[in-house]
Nanobody, 125 residues
Framework: QVQLVESGGGLVQAGDSLRLSCTIS?????????IGWFRQASGTEREFVAA????????DYGASVKGRFTVSRDNSENKAYLQMNSLKADDTAVYYC?????????????????WGQGTQVTVSS
């Protein structure tokens, strides 16, 4: 059973930075999965944030975060990261990481694959 755990969320001020981590177990499965980051603000639908393919050579970003957020992964540590800079109040949400076999599925669907429980990010203005 693949399990994902997000960490690194918290309360920050507008303009600050934060780095989220996503750890996947079992360890040996990590390299087989494309990783996506999603977020869901209260009362809204889940939104695509970023994705990175299995080898870390391909990335995509949602329009609202492009240029401010950076997704990365370290296959030797079975972790993925989301570096968030210049945070805004609109970035406030629960952030989830997801693992899927097919990369394009991360871009086209907010369902399927394996998901973590989420980590809260709150940005005060």
């Amino acid at each position: 059973q693949v399990q994902l755990v997000e960490s690194g969320g918290g309360l920050v001020q507008a303009g600050d930075s934060l780095r989220l981590s996503c750890t996947i177990s079992p360890r040996h499965t990590f390299k087989n999965y494309n990783i996506g980051w999603f977020r869901q603000a209260s009362g809204t639908e889940r939104e695509f944030v970023a994705a990175i393919n299995t080898r870390g050579l391909l990335t995509d970003y949602g329009a609202s975060v492009k240029g401010r957020f950076t997704v990365s992964r370290d296959n030797s540590e079975n972790k993925a990261y989301l570096q968030m800079n210049s945070l805004k109040a609109d970035d406030t949400a629960v952030y989830y990481c997801a693992a899927k076999i097919i990369y394009s599925d991360l871009l086209t669907s907010t369902e399927g694959g394996y998901w973590g429980q989420g980590t809260q990010v709150t940005v005060s203005s």
